[in-house]
């Protein structure tokens, strides 16, 4: 009699993975904000390499490139980054048996979005930023460990998804 396979869903040690990344994140994340409020002004930058690369604490109230939907942009990035969470930790659990890259990547953007979250909640200022890049007035939006975390996930989890497409196309043969 055949027996009932279990479906392959993320095991213990994936959400492992996916769990030691999310608070390895948001742990040094929090702490690298601690220590920009800290130390850093506003203005003018702290050089680290010439102009190129400086660190200047910017405290930013609305989304991605200090994009604001108006004076509720608090509450409603701060529900957007708790809805990505728990999405998130939803696709880890969901995750297939073994693919310890993809919780990898899941883990990064979750804990990018919760380093972000409890910015919002510990402070109406905004999130924390102080990675300042550019020359002169070209210069790319302030950012911070979390926002890093978010990026490199996402294209961690699009190399995931394009590797099992890739897979999936590949054809079965037989034995």
């Not at 869903?9 to 994340?29: I, L, Q, Y």
């Not at 690369?53 to 509450?75: C, D, I, K, M, T």
């Not at 979005?113 to 210069?139: E, K, P, T, Y």
Request: glycine share 10%; proline share 6%; aromatic share 8%.
């Amino acid at each position: 009699m055949p027996s009932v396979a279990e479906p392959d869903f993320a095991g213990p040690n994936d959400r492992r993975v996916f769990w030691t990344t999310v608070v390895a994140v948001v742990v040094f994340d929090l702490i690298t904000k601690l220590v920009a409020e800290a130390t850093l002004l506003p203005t003018p930058g702290v050089p680290v390499i010439g102009e190129w690369f400086q660190l200047r604490l910017v405290h930013n109230e609305g989304a991605a490139f200090g994009l604001h939907v108006g004076p509720y942009s608090r509450w409603i990035f701060l529900g957007i980054a708790l809805l990505a969470v728990l999405v998130l930790e939803r696709m880890s659990r969901a995750g297939q048996a073994g693919d310890r890259f993809r919780q990898l990547a899941l883990g990064l953007v979750c804990g990018g979005a919760a380093g972000n979250l409890v910015d919002r909640i510990r402070s109406a200022r905004g999130v924390v930023d102080f990675l300042d890049v550019g020359l002169g007035q070209l210069r790319w939006p302030t950012f911070n460990i979390a926002d890093i975390a978010v990026s490199c996930g996402a294209i961690a989890l699009a190399i995931s998804l394009w590797r099992e497409d890739a897979r999936r196309a590949e054809p079965i043969s037989a034995p």
